[in-house]
């Protein structure tokens, strides 16, 4: 093989040959576990797998080929990608020789790019997809249908989508493979995540990092990941990273990780039969060991848990060459291998060959059945990868035990009196959630619980960590090899645990930094299609919510300035299914705990709940806290002086800083205009802003107008973007007398009045926005109060500037009325 | 040391002390290359910069110790971080001797998190701080000015904002500043970038992954970048992965990872030294030997190219125990190291002896300049990091030359009668920009670039791989050691070397699928910030545009689905500061090439531009072209029919695929109801669309009343989700009848036509909203066309879902009059 590039590149590797993907088998584990006549059913199940694989990517008829291969039989457009369903497949179908040999509790994850004709071949094969899917029986009409619907519009795609029997990764989006797969294993100590993970996907961050979750894996309370990183050797149209560095490099990196390293390598079926077998074996042994071992003895270590790699040529079992350029083992081989088979004679019957070269009448009945004694190969029941219950989490999922949130409200004697962390309180109901809930609820975040004030859960569940130890670790490190919140500091890493988690059947929640959030929009988007997808899925039973708890938010980032604001995390996903999405902004510790309590309890929503983990006003005691979330939004009587008539103005707010500012807006006019009548609204979950046909907790145009009215002006004063609220209210009555106030990307090393002053959302901007848009309200008698105001606000600024610190007024204000 | 921690964890590690943080040096290179001399001076300019981050944390007064420290020197309000400070300052320091002695071209990038007071410190002390911000001189009123304004409202951030001197790389959100540091150094065939790297910024996906960057350096045209993983133990609440796994296996990692790595490990000053400058100059010379061999012999091979791994104590050179507590060594050193000096008396004591442990008076003259003896340690000019031009590059950048796009232009005769690809169009005239700017353009992608109908550029420059090669890469794989297309299946790397490329002074583009754009979300949002940040500081002189060329896009994502439909980028893009972001939609190949030409001249923007790689229609010729994308939005003369008179309705588009639709619904109303005036209004700058006093390119009102009139209906195909058109235009008069339509969550795997009926977009469903919204100019005459228009879109949608393939009808249409 000639390495030598172009241009002087030149090879580090001694030996070019050890990144070949051809030839007779390479591996790790010696040994020939397979009789001759094992060997023979288990490739010839294979081909039964290759068979499909290529009749869902072109055939709408003659599944079986019965009659000779006509343009007719094809589908008019081909789509689809072939690349990597041999590989997967591959693994896929020697793991089913262990299953049944050892009784194991395994699942499959497909993490390389549109690998779904493998899964889905062998959800076909193993009888679980006609169960699921009666129509797609095992006969000839259902091989017919099976064959269409791929690709087919209306069919299904080409990822292992929600509609695949035995996914829980749908894997259109790359990279979090591995974070999923550990994530269904955690507190599962018996279940094996089967996990190939592309070499594609090995490139992306995501999963670059995810490897390190095997510090965070109780071999005690937790069941095992085994990775096969499937060196394909191409992306779409480039050669991959990870097949292209020297053989010690790669093995070294593995090693690096943590992992032990089990290599198969080479394409002649019989050798790379034996060789997965053995490999496969000896990493299902030594994981059974790990397991007695850490079991027995009672010690979590953190072993090196096997991982396999296995080099096969792309397009695996396709002809090399096509048309004078290789196709098996190249990046051609990527999506549809053949392409002009509609329209070139010649390619037509070379694919015809290609399929009748796995021989399916030797491995169909004549009606289309898989044959029994390559049937019997397969596990049976539950044991089978594609009907793991684990897969569908929601049939498995037990509601949370939940003590009454109410027990852990904050007395709240006076509204907006007395100042008190919200997150801290609920800390201590969280704690109980914990407590309660040892084998279903983890809390997920990046570095972050103890400094977002939710710390006090470390008394009912400390922080996993099978990393080494130091000795002053006790000092206040709240680790241990058994453990309820799991930190890494990878966003991306842990969304994905919960992720998987989740979809297996449990519950949980992550907590964040605001800022950072937007770190896995993707990711949220892609859970959010998830679930949005399921409702279309009738056997996939509804899982947990994914609940995002945001703190340290935009107006509180008092020494970490202008990076760490930003705020629209909102946005990315109110463009999400109204089905999936809700956004839950609690102004107060009481509202926190009755929102977070739905949250808990809530199904198949992606969850977003903003608020802020300083000191802050209480303003509702628990029961008006209850019946306020429960509306969503509504008026807050004690703070209005309308009376239940027509107001001047209605001042409006969702955030928690935002409600204090806002009410303290309504202060100034109320002390300096008493004649005006100002309504005080709040809004809790912001869905409610929009029309009820937009979103199930859309208001009525009646229901709102009954708030903000439909023709005085609106001051609201709003936590994030204020173009989120315009976008919400666009079609409302009135909506030309809403003035949104919100973050602009203003900001600075900032104390948190100047901030808000510099966007405009502080009490007095607020209340200078009302004046001036009372003008016919007020007449002149605005003008010398909005001096004042204007006044008091350029003072308090110029005194947080020379002082660093806000004016004593500003910090220790409370409702005065 | 006690390893064996709670509930049975216990170390995989064979020699625990290994992972110690504390002791004399350890350290792969040996040899004492300091003089007693030399070790005492950098050790004495080593606590310059220590008592300088103390100063910056704590006083407002009293800056060089002169009296016994009050409580009134003290900042009433303490922020910023200590933790990673001293390990920094030390690489640092120990790099200025070697910069001196090799003369070289070197800047610093500081990774982990908070790490400012570090490089603001050195620049200080090398008098880069004091030229640039001349009230920060180098005397006791400037070094009193300097640490007051740290961490202080008005001042500057704790981490490495655009206001640092010799900063690229801010590093607010974690996890670039690899592919920062590496996208600097490409093309800079002598520069070195000194890159720390947080242990827990190294947890993150994005650095996990862009360690890689190494096989996309060539030694001969490329600089080289020389990692400092700083293993400083902890982040804010947690020890770091990489600081608690076995040292064989860290080691392992990175040798995988294409490095020879170096260990510089303890606490002990005088070895740590030693230890430190034995390492860095045996780092630097083996990267000049590389160089060296390199350009020599013409051969480009991927070396190991080395990296330190500096383990050193969080909060190094602190006090080890306060309170009972670690501090040195510990997470508590993250933040302020001493919390309580305003309230506890003793507590001010220890950090005035802290102080004076570093001997101020002997460091710094009695008018608070570092004494001669020291200052004579930094290199000078611009060899001193903090000076570099390079971390100013816009002060370098040349503009690019580009040929006449005219001359690139497709020729159309007739308006919407012919299909041709916009980016195999595009793709010729990049190629001449990748030909004529070998030095300082790049294109960079994640695999996407062939798929993405570029890969015509590869005649100008191939792709760069620096990985192994297999003798079939020959094969159309485009590869070659030197290149100028960056490919890599990680977006968020090729972002940050792009990034890192442009902040260097130089020329770039990101081409990607539109829907995993996501991904990088955050990313984009912080260089959005650093570019507005940059408006506020005067000597940062502008850089080239970053530009997202955004392909395969929502609305032909035929088989790749639902995963593959979000188009919400832009959302995310325009909550940013209206002075950075642009959003351009051309409809065709020529607007294309007209708004490129714009984007690649442009300054300090983040340019996002919107187009599909599919055949499509071309509606404009280049002379209309330029006009149009000149003016940003404008009507269609020749698809309208209204004459200059006041229209029935105006139908309205952005986005070519939206802009077909939109365009078939006026021809299909045209037909059939001929008595219709219809006025076309397409929109290529999105921003157009708001309001002239919230963005620079916004309309002023009687701008968008002669478009969009302020009292008919106006049917609006959008791009993307439709909200983003109501948020711009809420405040315009006659929004209430501004109808659009967009992309809402509703995919599958659909032919374009089934995909645009599900969400309204195709051209029936617009003629049918456009007739509903026109009832009372047309009367009963509209129904019999609503029906038939109904009947059409049904028996379209049943063609496409029994064949798989769009009725000819559609496929074919042209614009008929």
């Known amino acids: ?135 797609m029986s095992q006969d000839k009409e259902g091989m017919q249908r099976f064959f269409k619907q791929f690709s087919f519009p209306g069919g299904i795609g080409s990822h292992a989508t929600p509609e695949t029997p035995g996914s829980i990764h749908e894997g259109g989006e790359l990279g979090y493979s591995i974070s999923h797969a550990y994530g269904a294993v955690y507190d599962n100590p018996n279940l094996i995540a089967l996990t190939m993970v592309g070499d594609g996907e090995a490139e992306t961050g995501p999963l670059a990092t995810s490897w390190h979750s095997n510090k965070f894996l109780n071999p005690i309370d937790d069941g095992a990941v085994l990775p096969v990183l499937h060196l394909n050797g191409y992306k779409i149209n480039n050669p991959t990273l990870l097949a292209r560095i020297t053989h010690e490099e790669l093995e070294a990196m593995f090693v690096g990780y943590g992992y032990k390293p089990y290599f198969v390598e080479g394409s002649d079926l019989p050798s790379m039969h034996q060789a997965m077998a053995a490999t496969l074996e000896e990493c299902v042994v030594s994981i059974k060991n790990i397991w007695k071992e850490a079991r027995e003895s009672g010690k979590a270590i953190r072993p090196r848990w096997p991982m396999i790699v296995l080099r096969s040529p792309k397009g695996w079992t396709a002809p090399r060459d096509v048309d004078g350029h290789h196709l098996e083992g190249f990046w051609r081989a990527h999506q549809i291998p053949l392409t002009k088979v509609l329209t070139d004679p010649e390619q037509l019957k070379l694919l015809e060959n290609w399929m009748r070269s796995y021989k399916p009448e030797e491995l169909f009945t004549k009606d289309g059945k898989l044959i029994p ?115 890494m500091l990878s966003e991306h890493t842990v969304e994905g645990w919960l992720e998987g988690y989740l979809l297996s059947g449990r519950h949980g929640m992550l907590n964040s930094y605001e800022p950072f959030i937007h770190i896995i929009d993707s990711m949220v988007n892609q859970h959010a299609k998830w679930l949005e997808k399921c409702y279309e899925v009738e056997w996939r039973t509804p899982v947990a919510s994914l609940n995002i708890l945001l703190t340290s938010t935009v107006w509180r980032q008092d020494h970490n300035g202008f990076t760490h604001q930003d705020p629209g995390f909102l946005d990315v996903v109110a463009n999400k299914s109204p089905e999936i ?233 409370k409702w005065p009325f």
Chains 1, 2 share one sequence.
């Open 1 to 135: 093989m000639d390495a030598i590039p172009a241009k002087g590149g030149e090879s580090l590797s001694k030996d070019m040959e050890s990144l070949s993907p051809f030839g007779t088998a390479r591996s790790t584990a010696q040994g020939k576990p397979l009789s001759n006549d094992e060997l023979d059913k288990i490739n010839r199940y294979f081909h039964a797998s290759m068979y499909l694989c290529l009749g869902m990517l072109y055939l709408k008829n003659n599944p079986l080929l019965e009659e000779p291969l006509k343009k007719d039989h094809i589908k008019a457009r081909l789509l689809g990608h072939w690349g990597s369903d041999a590989g997967q497949s591959f693994t896929y179908i020697h793991f089913n020789r262990l299953i049944k040999k050892y009784d194991l509790d395994a699942f499959f994850v497909s993490g390389p790019g549109h690998g779904a004709p493998a899964v889905i071949s062998n959800s076909y094969l193993e009888g679980v997809y006609s169960e699921v899917y009666p129509n």
């Open 373 to 487: 004694e390559l049937a019997e190969l397969a596990p049976t029941g539950n044991a089978r990868m594609s009907a793991n219950p684990v897969t569908n989490g929601g049939q498995l999922r037990k509601p949370l035990k939940l003590k009454d949130f109410r027990d852990f409200a904050i007395k709240v004697n006076k509204n907006g009196a007395e100042l008190a962390p919200s997150m801290n309180i609920f800390a201590e109901w969280l704690t109980t959630i914990v407590a309660n809930n040892t084998d279903n609820f983890r809390i997920f975040g990046p570095d972050e619980t103890e400094s977002n004030k939710l710390g006090a859960v470390y008394k009912a569940g400390p922080k996993v960590w099978l990393g080494e130890y130091l000795d002053y670790d006790k000092d206040g490190g709240n680790l241990a090899p058994a453990g309820r919140v799991m930190e």
């Open 581 to 813: 999405v809700r956004i839950y902004l609690p102004p107060d510790a009481n509202c926190l705990l009755s929102v977070m309590d739905h949250c808990f309890r809530s199904e198949n929503y992606v969850n977003v709940i903003v608020a802020d983990k300083q000191n802050h006003l209480q303003f509702l005691d628990i029961e008006d806290a209850v019946a306020h979330c429960t509306k969503g939004a509504g008026i807050w009587k004690w703070a209005s002086n309308d009376e239940g008539a027509e107001p001047d103005l209605v001042m409006a707010s969702a955030g928690d800083v935002s409600t204090q500012e806002a009410l303290a807006a309504t202060a100034l006019l109320r002390e300096h205009l008493p004649e005006l009548k100002i309504r005080f609204v709040n809004v809790v979950d912001l869905f409610r802003l929009m029309p009820n046909g937009y979103h199930p907790h859309g208001m009525t145009a009646t229901e709102y107008a009954s708030l903000f009215t439909d023709n005085r002006p609106v001051v609201f004063n709003f936590h994030s973007y204020p173009w989120l609220v315009h976008r919400m209210t666009y079609k409302r009555v009135g909506q030309h007398l809403m003035h949104v106030r919100g973050y602009k990307e203003k900001g600075n090393i900032d104390t948190p009045l100047e901030l808000a002053i510099r966007n405009g959302t502080d009490r007095y901007s607020l209340a200078i926005l009302a004046i001036d848009n009372l003008k016919d309200t007020l007449g002149n008698k605005g003008s010398s109060v909005r001096e004042m105001l204007l006044d008091t606000r350029t003072r308090s600024a110029s005194y947080a500037f020379e002082t660093g610190e806000d004016p004593k007024a500003f910090v220790d204000w």
